[in-house]
Antibody
């Protein structure tokens, strides 16, 4: 299974962060699909997950700003995080998950929030 | 949410040594749904242990997990050079799933 994240590495404060994860080599419908992030020097933080039905679950700490979507025919899923601040600067990972057990992980993308 | 605290922050050991890593939860982890991940420099985290003690595919039996409730341990016997990495614990019994801050196992 291979996951690959794409999206801008630099986002301006107050704007929207948008990332897409493309999945290959796996049965897309066999997994939940999650986003996880890690600010430098801080803990890994689960952002949320989506299933192929479109059902989502988000971390309450980010719920008001997060939207996930899924494109099953094209084996990809996406993350939108609105009203970003410097606190959203992090490495963002996409991952396949069995509910909330994460395996495999994609390579991660550094996203910096700065003007 | 459940807060996971890992100790020590850094473990300085030599190849062939035994490593003992601790993960303590702020409340009991439901069904012992506790996982460990290994992250080597420049690589993504990789699932190592799930269900507190079940080893994931591809990891040798020198890795073992134990514990229940709020106290969990990852043990690596006879450290190999490729085992020097950061190890994270994660609970997935309650939502939101949460991670510990990591223990770095470094070469002494």
């Amino acid at each position: 299974v291979q996951l690959q994240v794409s999206g801008p590495g630099l986002v301006k404060p107050s704007e929207t962060l948008s990332l897409t994860c493309n999945v290959s080599g796996a049965s897309f419908t066999n997994y939940f699909w999650s986003w996880i992030r890690q600010p430098a020097g801080k803990k890994l933080e689960w952002i949320g997950r989506i299933y192929t039905t479109g059902s989502t679950s988000y971390n309450p700490s980010l719920k008001s700003r997060v939207t996930m979507s899924i494109d099953t025919p094209n084996n990809q899923f996406s993350l939108r995080l609105t009203a970003v601040t410097a606190a959203d600067t992090a490495i963002y990972y996409c991952a396949g998950s069995n509910w909330n057990l994460f395996d495999p992980w994609g390579p991660g993308i550094q996203v910096t929030v700065s003007s | 949410e459940i807060v996971l605290t890992q100790s020590p922050g850094t473990l300085s050991l030599s190849p062939g040594d035994r490593a003992t890593l601790s993960c303590r939860a702020s409340e009991s982890v439901s069904s012992n749904y506790l996982a460990w991940y290994q992250q080597k420099p420049g690589q993504t985290p990789r699932l190592l242990i799930y269900g507190a003690s079940s080893r994931a595919t591809g990891f040798p039996d020198r890795f073992s997990g134990s514990g229940s409730g709020t106290d969990f341990t990852l043990t690596i016997i006879r450290l190999e050079p490729e085992d020097f990495a950061v190890y994270y614990c994660q609970q997935y019994g309650s939502s939101p799933p949460t991670f510990g801050q990591g223990t770095k196992v470094e070469i002494k």
